[in-house]
Nanobody, 122 residues
Framework: QVQLVESGGGLVQAGGSLRLACAAS????????MGWFRQAPGKEREFVAA????????RYTDSVKGRFTTSRDVAKNTVYLQMNSLKPEDTAVYYC???????????????WGQGTQVTVSS
């Protein structure tokens, strides 16, 4: 079992930055790939970024490439999503998830956090 808790969301102006953190409980955290997803009101859940269990591989959706970076700190059982050059269209609830592969499909993930709100004003 893995429990995930996101933090770091908030209100920021367009062009600003936020860093989300996802703290995991459980000694097997290092065995899981981690993903970030987001869901805006009235829209479907959308893949944002993912990182392999080793941290050596990452993937991003096209709309955030060059702006967002995901990383993990195994010692702290935490995965991060650094978000720069934020745009109003990045506004959503952001979720982290743990699974067996750093896939872009939410179906690949077994454990989910409660989400954190990110709001980008224009």
């Amino acid at each position: 079992q893995v429990q995930l808790v996101e933090s770091g969301g908030g209100l920021v102006q367009a062009g600003g930055s936020l860093r989300l953190a996802c703290a995991a409980s459980g000694r097997t955290f290092s065995r899981y790939a981690m993903g970030w997803f987001r869901q805006a009101p009235g829209k479907e859940r959308e893949f944002v970024a993912a990182i392999s269990w080793s941290g050596s591989s990452t993937r991003y959706t096209d709309s955030v490439k060059g702006r967002f970076t995901t990383s993990r700190d195994v010692a702290k059982n935490t995965v991060y999503l650094q978000m720069n050059s934020l745009k109003p269209e990045d506004t959503a609830v952001y979720y982290c998830a743990a699974g067996n592969s750093y896939d872009s499909s939410w179906l690949a993930y077994d454990y989910w956090g409660q989400g954190t709100q990110v709001t980008v004003s224009s």
